[in-house]
């Protein structure tokens, strides 16, 4: 079983920064793409970012510059760090892992969630 735990969210002023951790914990697994999304108030959820297992990054037009999202292959852990943060950056941050798992005769890939941490940029 495979948990992704998110940490770092919270209140921040507008201009600053917060940087944003997920690990995947569990064991028997590798992972491939790992990313972030966001669900503003009264929003769908939209990408953010998103990082390759070789470190090729992507990420929506209006966040560049500001996000930056990287990952540690060793931890299974992805960032994000944002800078210069404005209000309209206030959602919930969801991180998302593609899992895979190598059987006998194939391998299994499972997109899985994490909880969501609350990031609100007011002041």
């Known amino acids: 079983q495979v948990q992704l735990v998110e940490s770092g969210g919270g209140l921040v002023q507008p201009g600053g920064s917060l940087r944003l951790s997920c690990a995947a914990l569990g064991s028997g697994f590798s992972i491939n793409g790992m990313g972030w999304y966001r669900q503003g108030p009264g929003k769908q959820r939209e990408l953010v970012a998103t990082?390759?297992?070789?470190?090729?990054?992507n990420y929506a037009d209006s966040l560049k510059g500001r996000f930056t999202i990287s990952r540690d292959n060793a931890k299974n852990t992805v960032y994000l760090q944002m800078n210069s943060l404005k209000p309209e950056d206030t959602a919930v941050y969801y991180c998302?892992?593609?899992?895979?798992?190598?059987?006998?005769?194939?391998?299994?890939?499972?997109?899985?969630w994490g909880q969501g941490t609350q990031v609100t940029v007011s002041s």
């Open positions: 990082i390759t297992s070789g470190g090729t990054t």
């Open positions: 998302t892992a593609e899992v895979v798992v190598q059987l006998v005769y194939g391998r299994t890939m499972t997109a899985y």
